[in-house]
Nanobody, 118 residues
Framework: QVQLVESGGGLVQAGGSLRLSCAAS????????MGWFRQAPGKEREFVAR???????YYADSVKGRFTISRDNAKNTVYLQMNSLKPEDTAVYYC????????????WGQGAQVTVSS
């Protein structure tokens, strides 16, 4: 069982920055692929960013150039640095873990609210 706990959400003005953190339990964190997703009110959950166990990163077009995903395997933590925030980035942000050889994300955090005011 893997537990994921997000932190770092909050209220920020448009153009500002926030950094989300996701702390994971388990001794094999370095083998997990990790992802960030978000869900805005009335909308479906959408992909934001992904970092593979080897460090490769992928981003949704809507956040490319503004958001950066990174990981610290020594701290069992994945980060999402969000810059140049826009009101449309307002959502609950979830981190997720995909275990080795799994075909989908296996574990999800409880979510962190990010609100961007105009």
């Amino acid at each position: 069982q893997v537990q994921l706990v997000e932190s770092g959400g909050g209220l920020v003005q448009a153009g500002g920055s926030l950094r989300l953190s996701c702390a994971a339990s388990g001794r094999t964190f370095s083998f997990y692929d990790m992802g960030w997703f978000r869900q805005a009110p009335g909308k479906e959950r959408e992909f934001v960013a992904r970092i593979r166990s080897g460090g490769s990163t992928y981003y949704a077009d809507s956040v490319k150039g503004r958001f950066t995903i990174s990981r610290d395997n020594a701290k069992n933590t994945v980060y999402l640095q969000m810059n140049s925030l826009k009101p449309e980035d307002t959502a609950v942000y979830y981190c997720a873990a995909q275990l080795y050889k799994s075909i989908s994300y296996d574990y999800w955090g409880q979510g962190a609210q990010v609100t961007v005011s105009s």
